[in-house]
């Protein structure tokens, strides 16, 4: 229950929850502001590279994608560097800052790569608070039987923000301009100023509620390698590992759907609002579920929720390459959310068990690290599947991925806690 929470992880999450809506807002706002002629890419579009004609789409993706890809790959490093130092608050806080400069930035710049660069800020920005913020979340868990309960609350907070925010940003941008006393503010800078007060009040809330826990003697070294091989017996493969891959494969299937509204919209028939709808289902239901299934987990154990979870995202994403109605596209992008939810908050715990103490940066940086860049890569898959197959192409692989995720799952993740019915504990990272 979150009156049982640590105050300290409630408001992390009401952090990630504020700095998520502002997220949530770029990833639609960025797209219409450049496609609006504010931003100059005529220049651009038709261009070749090595063959490629550029188009205005490609353009967009490139801004969106590049967010996902220097986030997740600065996340092994942000992680260790934090475990290190063993200031994880200062992370987080500086994350933010790098965050909120791109989102002022925004209104100011009519180059298109000048918008790559406030977007890599933000990236990078993105890569210092985020494993920092999940290895606060894991190092206040007072025992193993808190953790999945702490991710629950936390994971329910950062979905409500990145969940609405998308709905509140086609508000403001739909209803602008707006007067102020100091002019007329249009709905593109109304957006970017929600984004800025988001991380603002993010900063606020980690700044005075959130400290670092005592100091802990951490034994990150200089290899910023992810271990592959080891766990459960004689040359098995890493359970944080195959937890990176599972939350990988996982993150692909959600950001599989976004792209491709406009083929799903003619096949289904609908429009624009029921789309968003089952848009928001997968998220809807995580919300629903995320403290349940995270305390749940400190009960009855990771495992047998990561089984279900990958049981059920199989058929889930299936589906959505054919079911031919609106209403059944709807309840499997939300059986698609319960797999998520199923899947999420005990993954981290899990690989939370297993951090070698003052280490939680530095492991649970691999599952960040994997959804951010299954999140980035799902949308570049989409695009390229769909255009070599058809539109159940990319849902058919996207379900042969989660039917891999559960295979290797269930032979290579055994229980990490020791009297749980879901197996024999296994050996710690630090055994």
Excluded: H
């Amino acid at each position: 229950m979150i009156r049982d929470t640590d105050s300290r992880v409630i408001a992390l999450g009401l952090a990630r929850m504020a700095d998520a809506l502002g997220n949530s807002f770029l990833i639609i706002v960025l797209p219409l502001y450049i496609a609006s002629g504010q931003v100059s890419i005529d220049a651009l579009v038709g261009g070749e590279v090595l063959g490629f004609v550029v188009g205005q789409e490609f353009l967009i993706g490139l801004v969106l994608s590049l967010f996902g890809f220097l986030n997740s790959f600065g996340q092994p490093f942000t992680g260790r560097l934090s475990d290190r130092l063993g200031r994880r608050k200062a992370f987080v806080l500086f994350g933010l800052v790098l965050f909120a400069i791109g989102s002022v930035a925004y209104p100011f710049l009519s180059d298109y790569w000048s918008i790559v660069v406030a977007r890599g800020f933000q990236g990078i920005g993105a890569a210092f608070s985020v494993p920092a913020t999940v290895a606060l979340v894991n190092d206040y868990a007072r025992s193993d039987s808190e953790r999945g309960g702490n991710f629950g609350v936390f994971n329910t907070f950062r979905l409500i923000g990145f969940g609405f925010g998308p709905i509140v940003a086609g508000i403001v941008i739909r209803f602008g301009p707006y007067a102020t006393p100091l002019g007329t503010l249009s709905g593109f800078n109304a957006a970017f100023g929600i984004a800025v007060l988001g991380a603002l009040v993010s900063f606020a809330l980690v700044y005075a509620l959130v400290n670092d826990p005592p100091a802990i003697d951490a034994e990150a070294g200089d290899d910023l390698s992810v271990r592959i091989l080891g766990g459960a017996g004689p040359g098995a493969l890493d359970s944080v590992f195959v937890l990176g891959l599972g939350t990988f494969f996982m993150a692909t299937t959600i950001a599989l759907f976004a792209p491709l509204e406009a083929p799903i919209r003619a096949r289904l028939g609908e429009g624009t609002f029921l789309f968003s709808v089952q848009f928001a289902a997968v998220v809807i239901a995580n919300v629903l579920l995320q403290i349940p299934i995270g305390n749940a987990s400190d009960t009855y154990g990771r495992r047998p929720f990561l089984l279900a979870g990958f049981v059920i995202l199989i058929p889930s994403v299936l589906a959505q390459g054919y079911v031919s109605t609106p209403f059944t596209m709807l309840a499997a992008r939300l059986l698609q959310g319960v797999a998520v939810a199923l899947v999420f908050a005990p993954s981290l715990a899990l690989a939370g068990d297993l951090a070698r103490k003052g280490r939680s940066g530095t492991t649970l940086s691999i599952l960040t690290m994997a959804f951010g860049l299954g999140v980035a890569v799902g949308p570049l898959a989409a695009g390229f599947l769909y255009n070599v197959g058809s539109l159940a192409t990319p849902f058919t692989v996207g379900a042969a991925a989660a039917v891999v995720a559960l295979l290797l799952v269930y032979t290579q993740v055994r229980e990490s806690l020791s009297d749980e019915p879901g197996g024999p504990a296994m050996p710690t990272a630090e055994d």
